[in-house]
């Protein structure tokens, strides 16, 4: 149990860091908000990283770090873009897709054979995403917006499939502290070349929350490790959909979202999916913002 209980931690403080970026990209817009927390982590992986024992990557070490760096600074600018444009719970709800996606990554780019309950499973979440798009016709005042906001979510949660991929590649040539500083490192460094035209100085009531975001996600990103470590993901794959509850409470009360019923049943639905297809291949079924 007490994996479990670490892991369902890790995701109640990443979901609280979903809703502290949410004030931070309406305050300041996305890029801004990323730079800024890609630069504050890499000083605090840093930091942790020179304390310990430590040796320079390889140069193929290197690029891939580099590659999922760019994967994931484009996950995170879409996501955190569109979730500006969404209810809380109704993008993190449409996240849990990504172990679909990367179960259909798994057989295109590592030859994975996908079982027929993997399929269905596509098919019911496929079904959960229609149903929540579908809601949003209703909000004809947010209709343009919402259906900005989706697309950027579903884009940016098949990137993180892809991303999953190139994680499992990387865990095996790199340890958890390294991969933290360098994925963080490359992602301030490719967004920092906008920076002459993009960037702007941080206000410095914004600084307090940004240092919060940061801990909140070096600290959800341990304990999801820790527990993974400690624990077949099937046990654990139960505790990611927490974060749907989370976002409920978080998005009531930070924001006064309400939640529609096309979004309770359409994220049901996607749980439901992702269950299914995890215990066709659980080591594919892993938490969205545990490489975030």
């Known amino acids: 149990m007490i994996p479990v209980l670490v892991c369902a931690l890790g995701i109640f403080l990443l979901s609280g860091m979903d809703a ?13 908000t990323v730079l800024w927390r890609s630069m504050l982590a890499t000083v605090v992986a840093g ?49 849990f897709v990504a172990p679909l996606f990367a179960l259909l990554l798994a057989a295109l780019l590592l030859g994975e054979r996908i079982q027929r309950q993997a399929i269905w499973a596509s098919l019911a ?16 005042s947010h209709a343009r917006d919402a259906l900005l906001g989706t697309a950027a979510v579903l884009v940016s949660t098949g990137f993180y499939a892809y991303n999953l991929i190139l994680a499992r590649q990387q865990a095996l040539v790199a340890k958890p502290i390294e991969i933290m500083l360098f994925q963080n490192l490359c992602v301030a460094v490719f967004l920092g070349l906008a920076a002459p035209w993009l960037a702007i100085a941080l206000p410095r009531e914004l600084w307090l ?40 409470a978080l998005g009531w009360f930070f924001f006064d979202e309400a939640v529609t019923w096309t979004t309770l049943a359409g994220a049901g639905l996607i749980v439901t999916s992702c269950l299914i297809a995890a215990r066709s291949n659980p080591r594919l079924a892993e938490p969205i913002e545990a490489a975030l």
């Open 20 to 32: 502290a970026m949410k004030v931070l990209v309406l305050a300041v817009g996305v890029y801004n």
């Open 47 to 95: 930091a942790g990283w020179s304390a310990g024992p430590r040796t320079l990557p390889k140069p193929s070490v290197l690029r891939l770090h580099a590659l999922r760096a760019a994967v994931v600074g484009f996950v995170l600018l879409s996501f955190f873009w569109g979730l500006a444009r969404l209810p809380l719970a109704e993008a993190i709800g449409l996240s």
């Open 125 to 140: 979440g496929i079904a959960g995403v229609a149903i929540i798009v579908g809601g949003q016709f209703g909000q004809t």
């Open 209 to 248: 929350p940004l240092a919060g975001v940061t801990a909140l996600s070096l600290a959800g990103q341990f304990l999801m490790s820790w527990a993974y470590a400690r624990a077949e993901a099937q046990y654990l794959i139960p505790t990611e959909y927490s974060a749907f509850i989370w976002a409920i």
